[in-house]
């Protein structure tokens, strides 16, 4: 499996507009942000998780030529801003995307986006080439013949899906992991989490690091990867905080297990 971030920033991106890089030093290329997004090649399957407001740019700057499918963690516009090109890269690929979301992504969905769940849309005639999927809140679903698993984790009033598949989770979003949740987690070879708020410890729906670190004294993962990282994160800064096994996004990076 590869995986490819193509964005490890959070909600509006670093530096956010007017150049506002907030801790991050904008002299390390690292601190440059796209909003947050992976790319999975397994089995000769290309799945998006998240489709952000870049997603032009991230899947021509990555050189992807192929998306079968792409899962949404939830409704939030740093995470689904990308989903209206979907149907013209679907006319560009020749072939339908199939979409998957929670029951409760998908109202949102449709709340954002109504004119793509009708059969022809006024504005794109004859590209409505989206298929959508519901997922369970928890539990195992298929992504072309393949084993996802899903629960759910709390982020504001929202129920971001977090998702794994063999031994790679990914969970963006989140306030904090119930130990119900934990029996997910366990045997990880990777795991790709926000940290917004880097060492900031806030109650603003975002995770920090020092919840990441007792999250993985209980869990054990492999290898772990902060994601999501928002103006509060400066790359080398945040980096000497860092255990041997844990280490920081950044746009471009790629991990194979
Ligand atoms: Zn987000
Ligand atoms: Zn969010």
């Known amino acids: 499996m590869r995986i490819t971030i193509l ?3 959070s909600a509006f991106g670093v530096p956010m507009v007017f150049n506002t890089f907030g801790n991050a030093s904008p002299n390390n290329p690292r601190n440059i942000r796209l909003r947050p997004s992976i790319f999975l090649e397994i089995d000769s ?3 998006l998780i998240d489709a952000t407001p870049e997603f032009r740019l991230q899947i021509n700057q990555n050189h992807i030529t192929n998306i079968d499918s792409v899962l949404i963690t939830h409704g939030h516009y740093d995470h689904i801003g990308g989903i209206p090109e979907l149907p013209r890269a679907s006319k560009i690929l020749n072939h339908p995307i199939s979409i998957y979301a929670s029951k409760e992504t998908l109202s949102e969905l449709r709340q954002c986006y109504h004119y793509l769940f009708s059969s022809k849309s006024d504005a794109e005639p004859n590209l409505q080439n989206l298929i959508w999927n519901e997922i369970p809140n928890q539990g195992s679903f298929m992504v072309e013949n393949l084993d996802f698993s899903t629960f759910q984790v709390p982020h504001h009033k929202l129920h971001p899906s977090a998702f794994k598949i063999k031994n790679f989770a990914y969970i963006t979003d989140w306030e904090y992991i119930s130990n119900d949740t934990l029996k997910n987690l366990y045997d990880l070879e990777l795991l790709i989490i926000e940290c917004n708020n880097g060492l900031i410890k806030e109650e603003n729906g975002h995770g920090n690091l020092h919840q990441i670190k007792e999250l993985c004294q209980q869990i054990s993962p492999k290898q772990v990867v902060l994601t999501h990282l928002s103006t ?11 255990l041997g096994n844990i280490k920081l996004a950044y746009d471009g990076l790629v991990l194979e297990i």
């Not at 509060?232 to 860092?242: I, P």
Request: hydrophobic share 25%; no cysteine; glycine share 12%.
């Open 45 to 47: 399957k290309n799945i």
């Open 232 to 242: 509060r994160v400066d790359y080398d800064e945040l980096s000497h905080h860092l």
């Open 7 to 9: 964005g490890s920033g």
